[in-house]
């Protein structure tokens, strides 16, 4: 829900936080496959900080900033600060590279009111953030590596028509015309060992570095940018960040920030409008809901319903004092995949009569085979 107390703030209700925990395990899944290590920073920093890296002089109009006694505070509106902190907490050697530090880091930004836009623009966000220190013979492969965890995630989230740009140096930004060219050249000759169609967005590329943005088209035929990888080698230079090469010398990494899905929170609303809030199984916050056919029945659809919660089906309950009809119509403006009624037969055979969206009546199921139903239909 969306509060005046705090415009723009997203309150997450229980079936939408597991929504964000489902995607979340999704992205997570790719960290594990690529190596990633998982870190948490701090949401306040002190303001000096954000002088360093560059955000003051290119962004401060949209960041939050607080006082405490002489010493001035900022929310962060991005992660690569703290994660530049914690790469430079330790010396490094070439062969620990390249370096993945991942963070589902919470950031805030002061959005004009007039652009707010539900789940889709909003103030305060996580971003399924990572910051890969590498060396510049490392760029081409971690950016397919990037590219490819992105196309594998959105065509798991249903997503077939994707787009890609490459954004190029924009009007307001840091660093000089040579290093530009070198990190834009990176990207361009990434994109073409994949053999990657791509457009060219001149002058929208971040402040410190260009940019490839991922756009996703929904059902209704609208455009999403979500997924970004951008290559940075401004950052590096302002924290004094280091590796010891094979020549026994300092050299400085090279650092690509990298988004698989952007704002967790636009992606959760494009998710509830691209499915019309009708989830694929797996993904939906609750799978099944439980319905007695009298109150008589509620006791042993309290126990079934344990037994699928304990079998790791997220289920649900209607033991109102309703008409079985009554709750079957609101289970399906619920829109839950299914439904399961119990009653006199189901009580006795210890099962569940199982009505599908998909594929409409099933027939009875034991508890068991239900959930067992449900872990194929997720894995597939």
């Known amino acids: 829900m969306l509060r005046p107390e705090a415009p723009g703030m997203p309150f997450w209700l229980p079936n939408g936080t597991t929504l964000l925990h489902l995607i979340e395990d999704e992205v997570r899944d790719q960290l594990r496959k690529r190596d990633y ?69 919470r950031v805030s930004r002061n959005e004009r009111e007039g652009v707010l836009h539900g789940l889709l623009r909003v103030r305060a966000f996580t971003q399924d953030d990572a910051h890969v220190y590498c060396t510049e013979d490392q760029i081409t492969a971690e950016v397919a590596s990037i590219c490819e965890a992105i196309d594998e995630l959105y065509a798991r989230f249903g997503f077939d028509d994707v787009k890609v740009e490459l954004s190029t140096r924009p009007d307001k930004s840091m660093g000089s015309e040579e290093q530009w060219a070198k990190a834009e050249a990176a990207l361009a000759e990434a994109l073409g060992s994949q053999d990657r169609e791509y457009e060219l967005n001149p002058g929208d590329g971040a402040f410190y570095g260009p940019k490839i943005d991922f756009h996703i088209t929904d059902a209704l035929g609208r455009s999403w940018q979500c997924g970004t990888c951008q290559l940075d080698f401004q950052m590096p230079e302002r924290f004094d960040l ?71 089906v997220r289920v649900a309950i209607d033991d109102r004092s309703e008409s079985v009809g009554r709750k079957i119509r609101d289970a399906s403006l619920g829109r839950y995949p299914y439904m399961l009624v119990v009653g006199d037969r189901e009580q006795e055979n210890g099962g569940v009569a199982v009505r599908s969206h998909a594929d409409g009546d099933v027939g009875e199921l034991s508890v068991a085979e239900f959930a067992d139903r449900i872990a194929k239909e997720t894995a597939s």
């Open 37 to 105: 290590k998982e870190i948490a920073t701090p949401q306040v920093l002190d303001e000096g900080l954000w002088h360093r890296s560059g955000h003051w002089d290119n962004y401060k109009d949209e960041m939050y900033f607080m006082q405490d006694d002489d010493k001035r505070y900022a929310l962060r509106p991005m992660n690569c600060p703290g994660a530049c902190l914690v790469y430079g907490s330790d010396r490094h050697s070439y062969r620990e590279l390249p370096l993945r530090l991942a963070e589902f880091g």
């Open 242 to 312: 280091s590796y010891t090469g094979a020549d026994d010398a300092a050299h400085r990494p090279v650092m690509i920030h990298r988004a698989l899905l952007g704002s967790m929170e636009r992606f959760a609303g494009i998710l509830i409008e691209h499915y019309a809030g009708r989830f694929p199984t797996w993904l939906a916050p609750v799978q099944a809901i439980v319905l007695p056919i009298s109150d008589r029945h509620n006791e042993y659809a309290r126990r079934a319903h344990d037994e699928l919660r304990d079998l790791g």
